[in-house]
């Protein structure tokens, strides 16, 4: 038997993730993947590009000590390999390749700043086969901060896949219209038409989070009615209450609302009722692309 380390190093909009993962090769044995660690810091860089179009000094700064750690943190797990992905906020900061240079320069962390076609192909080559079965259909749906990556499953195949800035830090700074939003809803509504026995599969922070609040075994999927009345409820708490009371991060207890809103619209939309959440994502598609890559 031989244990491999490989890394994954996700740059969104809201927050910044090291994922870690043991690759367990054996003999005549199927390849196991398992998670080894994560850390995820809150630097959120949606919050300079989408208001002021360029990432902070401030921000540059914690990103160069955050990349500084990670290095550090993959040579003591013995990471052999890792990619760095950034997304959404990185591809449209003025100053996006200044500051990958910056923290290249200081850490040694080269980082590419991925499109969302390339960042839906990353997500799709998860564990993701595991919950989609050949007669059904499914909407895939990755929520982040800057961007909302769709995806659509027909007889376990990607059909179509499209990339819309509805992301959850975007929402929060009020700079989605409802232009934008009546455009997904004729994409949804174009690219499902005739598909039968419809569900959606979510990823993301957020939808992981809703999903541990519900109290559902993994596996079991929401509800579209519980997703609704979890939306009405956490609209009734302030920001205070739902970091007090509901034990989120101060970086969640803000976004989660507007998370929880692009999937019920979604499921609304196209009358979908039940939301399957496997807690798979960029980061975890980032390590499988890694070791299918080289091997």
């Given amino acids: 038997m031989k244990v491999r380390k490989f890394a994954a190093i996700d740059i969104g909009s809201n927050a910044i993730r090291l ?23 809150p630097i959120r860089l949606g919050e300079d590009v989408f208001v002021n179009g360029r990432i902070s000094d401030r921000n540059t700064d914690r990103l160069v000590n955050a990349m500084k750690a990670f290095q550090l943190l993959m040579k003591v797990h013995g990471v052999e390999k890792y990619m760095a992905c950034a997304t959404s906020a990185m591809r449209e900061a003025a100053n996006g390749e200044e500051v990958i240079s910056d923290i290249f320069e200081a850490s040694g962390v080269n980082i590419e700043i991925i499109d969302g076609e390339k960042e839906a192909s990353i997500i799709a080559s998860t564990d993701l086969k595991n919950v989609i079965k050949k007669d059904e259909n499914y909407l895939y749906i990755d929520v982040g ?18 990339s819309f800035k509805i992301g959850t830090v975007r929402l929060l700074n009020d700079m989605v219209d409802d232009a934008l939003w009546k455009e997904l809803e004729l994409w949804l509504k174009n690219n499902v038409k005739g598909l039968s026995n419809l569900s ?96």
Wanted: hydrophobic share 35%; no cysteine; proline share 2%.
């Fill in 200 to 295: 959606i599969i979510g990823s993301g922070g957020n939808i992981n989070k809703l999903h541990k609040m519900s109290g559902r075994k993994l596996g079991d999927p929401l509800s579209y009615v519980w997703l609704k009345g979890q939306y009405h409820f956490l609209q009734s708490l302030t920001f205070e209450e739902r970091v007090s009371e509901l034990g989120l991060n101060p970086d969640r207890a803000d976004v989660i609302i507007h998370a929880t809103r692009i999937f019920i619209n979604a499921a609304k939309w196209l009358g979908v009722k039940k939301i399957h959440v496997p807690k798979i994502g960029l980061s975890d598609g980032i390590i499988k692309t890694l070791y299918y890559t080289e091997n």
């Fill in 19 to 41: 994922l870690t993962h043991n690759v367990i090769e054996e003999e005549g044995k199927k390849t196991l993947f398992r998670k080894s660690a994560l850390v995820r810091l």
């Fill in 145 to 162: 901060g800057g961007s909302t990556e769709f995806t659509v499953f027909t007889e376990g195949e990607i059909k179509i896949s499209q």
